[in-house]
Antibody
C-alpha cells in the first residue's frame, strides 16, 4: 500500500528550529517529485517546497532561506528542516507525492500531517 | 505568490447540484496548466478528487466532475449528499518566480 507518515512536529519558540520527516512506503521517494504543503489553523492550503527526482528544489517565497527540503534515499524518507521559525509558520505540515499531469503536476498521495506550533 | 480565487462557500439541499469556480491568471491557469481538485473532510488530510481538469481517480463517485476554460475551472457536484460537506481546493502550477504550485483559497460546501 502506498502511504506517507509524517513525524517530528511539536512546540518550538520563535526563532527556533525544527525538523519534520515523512516516511514513505509502497514507492520510492527518490524516483518521485515530493512536496510539503502546510495549513495554518482554520486557513487554506499553502505549498511550501518541492524536491524533484534529480534533487532540485524550490521554495515558497515565505520560507525561502529558512527552510530546507531533503531526502534520505536509504531510509526512503523526506524531510523539511525549518530554521528561524516565526509564529506565522504555525500549521499542520503535510507531505505529498507529485504526479505529472498533461501540463503541470498534482498530488495523488498525502500524509496525515504533523502539527508545528511556534509560540513563546 | 499568487493564489487561485474560489468562492468562500456554497450550499445546497441533498440531491441538488452545486458548482465551485476557480479563477487564475495568465501565469498559471491562463497559460494552460491543468487544474486539479482536492476534498478535505473535517479533521483529515486533503484527498485528490479530480486531476487533469476532468479526470476522476479510482473510487471517486461520478457525481463529481471538473471542467476548465481559458483562465478558470469549475468543480460540479451533482446529487449532493450529506457526506460531501467538506472544504474543496483547486490547485495548479505557476511558472513565475521559478515555478511553484498554487492552491485555491478554498470553498466550504454545506449540505442544507
Amino acid at each position: 500500500e502506498v502511504q506517507l507518515v509524517e513525524s517530528g512536529g511539536g512546540l518550538v519558540q520563535p526563532g527556533g528550529s525544527l525538523r519534520v520527516s515523512c516516511a514513505a512506503s509502497g514507492f520510492t521517494v527518490s524516483s518521485n517529485y515530493m512536496t510539503w504543503v502546510r495549513q495554518a489553523p482554520g486557513k487554506g492550503l499553502e505549498w511550501v517546497s518541492v524536491i524533484n527526482s534529480a534533487g532540485g528544489t524550490n521554495y515558497a517565497e515565505s520560507v525561502k532561506g529558512r527552510f530546507t527540503i531533503s531526502r534520505d534515499n536509504s531510509k526512503n524518507t523526506l524531510s523539511l528542516q525549518m530554521n528561524s521559525l516565526r509564529t506565522e509558520d504555525t500549521a499542520v505540515y503535510y507531505c505529498a507525492r507529485d504526479v505529472p499531469a498533461a501540463i503541470g503536476w498534482y498530488f495523488d498521495v498525502w500524509g496525515r500531517g504533523t502539527l508545528v506550533t511556534v509560540s513563546s | 505568490q499568487s493564489v487561485l480565487t474560489q468562492p468562500p462557500s456554497v450550499s445546497g439541499a441533498p440531491g441538488q447540484r452545486v458548482t465551485i469556480s476557480c479563477t487564475g491568471i495568465s501565469s498559471n491557469v491562463g497559460t494552460g496548466y491543468d487544474v486539479h481538485w482536492y476534498q478535505q473532510l473535517p479533521g483529515t488530510a486533503p484527498k485528490l478528487l479530480i486531476y487533469g481538469n476532468r479526470n476522476r481517480p479510482s473510487g471517486v463517485p461520478d457525481r463529481f466532475s471538473g471542467s476548465k476554460s481559458a483562465t478558470s475551472a469549475s468543480l460540479a457536484i451533482s446529487g449532493l449528499q450529506a457526506e460531501d460537506e467538506a472544504d474543496y481546493y483547486c490547485q495548479s502550477y505557476d511558472y513565475s518566480l521559478g515555478g511553484f504550485y498554487v492552491f485555491g483559497t478554498g470553498t466550504k460546501v454545506t449540505v442544507l
